[in-house]
Each structure stands twice: as structure tokens, then as C-alpha cells.
């Protein structure tokens, strides 16, 4: 069982159509990394996987279930990290991370909390309000709470957006180890370096549909992704 599937997946706001149509399928513990220009209809693909968004016409299936019927399971089962972050200014980094841990009713909560923070390179943060963090620590405090229920299937919205090039590359080497531990990454990013360097396979969405899937072999190999991007993407029609 593939853990996302979209099928003939339409959505739209009363009369303006944003996803028109999307096919997409992500395999088990493969990271696919979502392309498109601003508006494509990205993150609105995401809310869909989430069951933030009820399709107008087509399937959706995550980790087997319907996201608009199983919402509170998938929440449990499925580490998101949006596109804004949801962590509350006045608490602090420690606390935060403690409190999606206790959420998803671990508890190792102390030990699993010094953990997340190693791997997001925030030990040195941990007593300070997430309000107060940078934009690039902030992301990364989003990426320890999608961590925190051990999800199988992980939905990443610009996970390395505002990151300083060092963070970048740490939290590739972080993504690249999840998928060796068989977790299946979905992530939207600008940078198609990230695409490059990170992904199975590239799915580009260009006004409202998925119109490339394939490996960066298919898209032309390395250093070509920019050139197929820009063939197909953001073309005036
Ligand atoms: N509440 C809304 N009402 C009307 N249109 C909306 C609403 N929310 C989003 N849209 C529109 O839907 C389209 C797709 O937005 P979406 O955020 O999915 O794009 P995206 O590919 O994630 O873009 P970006 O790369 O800029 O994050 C945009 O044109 C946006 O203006």
C-alpha cells in the first residue's frame, strides 16, 4: 500500500479552481519532494493530505485512510510541519518539544526531548521562548514537534525555508537518516538544489496539477532539474 495516493483530485475556493485535478503517489519510505511555483497549489495539496480541506471530486488516501474521515488517527500517525509554524511564542523550546511528547503519549518525555533537540541542533536553545527564536531556529523547533509522535509518514511544507547553510545541510543529513529508517517523506520546497540532493522522486505541480513525476534521472539528471523546471513550470496559459 502506497501511504499517499491522490486520484483525480480537484479543490477549488467558490469560483476559483486551485487543484485541478491531481494525481499523485507516494511509495513506502521513499522521499518525494513536491515542486511548483508560488500558487501551484502546494500547500493547498498538503491540507488536502491532512483533511484540513474536503476534495471537491476525487480520492485521497493516507496511510490507507480517507484524511477527512480518519483526521484525528492521521494527526496521530503522520509528523506535519506547516508551512507557518503553530508552536506558541511563550513557551519555551523545551516545553514545546515536552508538550507534543506527552501528546502522543510518550513517556520517555525527558529523554526523547534532549534527543529531538540534538538532532534540530537546539540543546543550545532549549530554555529559550520560541517566540524569541530566530526564523531558521523556529523551523527547526517545527521539525523536533513533527518528530515527536516517531511518525511513519512525514508531510514536510518548506522545511528548510529562512535556514542558514549549515542548518540546511544538517537537516538533509537528518531527513536522509529518517528515510534510511523507512520513513516516507512528502516535502514542498523552492530550492531545487534540496530536490537534487534529497529526493526519489520529483513531482512538479504547475497551476493546480501534477504535471512531471520522475527521478532526477528522468528529469534530466543532475544539474538539469532547473532546466525542466522552468519548461514546464510557470508557463503562461
Ligand atoms: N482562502 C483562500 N481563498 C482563495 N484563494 C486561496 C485561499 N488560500 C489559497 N488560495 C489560493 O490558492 C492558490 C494556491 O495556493 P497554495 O498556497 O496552495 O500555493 P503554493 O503552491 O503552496 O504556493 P507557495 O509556493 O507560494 O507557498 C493561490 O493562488 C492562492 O492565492
Redesign the pocket.
Known sequence: MNPITCAGVHFG?RH?P?VRGVDLAVRPGELVALL?T???????TMDLLLGQRRPDAGTIRVLGRDPCADRRRLTAEVGVLP?ESGCAPGLTVAETVRLWLRLHGRRDVHRATAALLTEVELTHRADLRAGRLSGGERRRLDLAVALTGRPRLLLLDEPTTGLDPQSRAHTWALLRALREQGVTILL?T?YLEEAEALADRIAI?DAGRVVFTGTLDEAGGPGSLATTFHRIAGQPR
Open positions: 475556493y476559483a486551485v511548483g508560488n500558487g501551484a497549489g502546494k500547500t493547498t508551512q514542498t523552492h505541480m
